[in-house]
């Protein structure tokens, strides 16, 4: 593997956003403090909101609807769009490159793997464990976005539980009861001996830039004249795709992490952007240089329009 790979620049932007997040939530945690009354003023972390998918979903709804962007939590619905702007122009990039849970989830599979215990579970078995992922992400549309009015999502947008919402998300992981701390358990454990065990089977926030991907024209293409048939990329993929008996990875299962790309020998694959013998070819960097750009531009525009800080909730100033 060369010394610096696409995938290695992947993983250092990827642990890069986990070390941003953890501070992030380090501030978080100052500023619940000092709501509570206990030490100075600390400011509420805009990027907190990345934790809030179903507030920023019933914001997009709104804004949508209405064309009001989310005076609550603006940065999750900012978060929100550039992760669905990602999953179109650069694949499932966020889940590739920025999403936490995704490095944990690599660095857990990882670990199977040394040990020896990670294992395929075979063609039918790959599709019933990405079944769960499409079922949750249907029951939340019909739920949140097909079943419920306008009046019903303007009420909890400004509902003064939704005002908390990310204080409400971090006390509950500061304070997890049995049934969280045994369904972390599983996810972990699952994570050691089938890769990907959570992005790929139950995460609905994966499965709707899954989906979406589908229409992003980047993509890992494979020159089935070059590849020796060693199997290497498909060891590499952390969906456990068979990518050495695919032409062009469009599926929705593809993150765009190119380690596929990073472990052949001979080349045989490359990042293409668009269709057929006039698809250009892109560096493999590409994707996850595409992604943090879309970020960093999604940053700066809703920091210039004042859609990025809300501030302390309405009666609560510093």
Not at 58 to 82: E, M, N, S, W
Not at 139 to 155: D, K, P, R
């Amino acid at each position: 593997m060369p010394r610096f790979s696409s995938a290695r620049l992947r993983r250092l932007v990827q642990f890069c956003f986990v070390l941003f997040l953890s501070w992030t939530v380090w501030r978080l945690y100052g500023y619940a403090q000092w709501m509570a009354g206990n030490g100075g003023f600390v400011p509420r972390p805009p990027a907190a909101e990345a934790v809030l998918p179903l507030s920023a979903l019933l914001g997009l709804k709104r804004f949508v609807l209405t064309g009001q962007y989310d005076p609550v939590h603006p940065a999750g619905l900012t978060i929100l769009l550039v992760a669905l702007g990602t999953a179109v122009l650069c694949r499932r990039g966020f889940c590739g490159c920025l999403c936490p849970v995704g490095w944990l989830s690599g660095q857990l599979a990882r670990l199977g793997t040394r040990l020896g215990v990670s294992f395929r579970p075979g063609k039918w078995g790959d599709r019933l464990l990405s079944a769960p992922k499409y079922l949750l992400l249907a029951l939340i549309l019909y739920a949140f976005v097909l079943n419920m009015g306008l009046q019903e999502t303007e009420w909890f947008l400004n509902s003064p539980y939704n005002h908390l919402a990310d204080i409400k998300m971090l006390e509950y992981f500061l304070h997890p009861g049995t049934a969280t701390l045994a369904i972390l358990l599983i996810m972990a454990v699952g994570s050691i001996f089938l890769p990907g065990f959570w992005c790929r089977g139950f995460c609905p926030y994966g499965a709707l830039l899954g989906l979406l991907s589908l229409a992003s024209p980047a993509a890992v293409n494979r020159d089935a004249a070059a590849c020796i048939g060693c199997g290497r990329c498909s060891a590499a993929c952390p969906s456990r795709i068979p990518v050495e008996t695919r032409t062009r990875l469009s599926g929705p299962e593809c993150v765009g992490c190119t380690e596929c790309v990073s472990a052949c020998p001979t080349r045989c694959l490359d990042v293409r952007l668009g269709y057929g013998p006039k698809a250009r070819r892109l560096p493999a960097w590409s994707l996850a240089a595409g992604t943090l750009l879309i970020l960093l531009i999604g940053y700066a525009a809703a920091v210039l329009t004042g859609h990025w800080d809300a501030g302390p909730p309405p009666g609560i100033l510093p």
